[in-house]
């Protein structure tokens, strides 16, 4: 039984199609992560004397609760004064998904997704009918092209830790393309400075590396992977007082998630799965830890085309 829930509580009576259904049968809810709060949505900062408006929310927009899977549903679009579109451009979700040991998601279809898995801790046990299995954990990535369809699976063992992890959704720029899977280690991440894990580039899929290779298609700009749009994932550690700037692109728009910790971003404080948008063309916008802290952010292009028919990133 799938409850799905916006974050004032009330009900949905259906998702997304793709959210697997169902799949931990009669699951008891297991209550392992602690309850985040109502988020504000849609909030503009004005800039009042700092350098950039941040507009925020401060939690989830929306929760999918299958007891051992869960997943907060964050929707950069919402986060607009005047949103016409839950995603933002080439981002369409992230969903934070937590995943008791014992948790199985059977075999499921994804079609016009690119998906990214980071696991920050724990492994994520991926198996399918083409590659078969693949564990993503803190030194690998995986990012899933799926094209015109992919049909995977997801477990966390009986003795795996509790996973929390995130799974990125990417709109690709063109709906049927060539399904593609890479997976492969990631540079060791050192405080204070940003991993560029993935940006556009190459279709991996038209490069002559078969399906089965899995191996790093990498992007523009030194990035390590590949998606298939104008978007650039980066993510850094920090420790109390760290300072750092956010990276920036001339044109784009910055996305900005805390996965855990504390930090100011021009001075305003963002807590544990709070998100900021800066559509500002603005350069040097600090961010400054106050705990151990680590945050992932994207670059979006405005206007890249987008294809909207994926199973998830629609």
Known sequence: ???????DGTAVPELIDGVPGGQTPEAERVNLWPEQATPELAVPRPAGGKRVTIYRADGHHLVADQGKFVIHFHFPGYLLPEPTDHGHYGLATIAESFLAPGTWIRLHEHHDDEIISWVPRGVM???DQT????????DHL???NAGRSFWHE?????????LRMLQIF?????????PHIQHGPIPEPVTGEWRHLFGPGPDP??????ITETRAAPGADGASFTVRNDVHLYDIRLDAGTVAELPSRPGWHTYFHVFE??????GERFTQAQSGLITEDVTGVPITATGPTRVVLFQIRPGAPVSNTGTVSR
């Open 1 to 7: 039984m799938v409850t799905v829930t916006r974050a």
């Open 125 to 127: 046990r991926h198996d």
């Open 131 to 138: 590659v078969g299995k693949l564990d993503t954990d803190p």
């Open 142 to 144: 995986m990012v899933m």
């Open 154 to 162: 997801e477990r966390v063992m009986d003795d795996d830790q509790p």
């Open 170 to 178: 990417v709109r690709p720029h063109s709906p049927n393309l060539e």
């Open 205 to 210: 899929a038209a490069c002559g590396t078969e």
């Open 261 to 266: 910790g504390e930090a100011q971003v021009d």
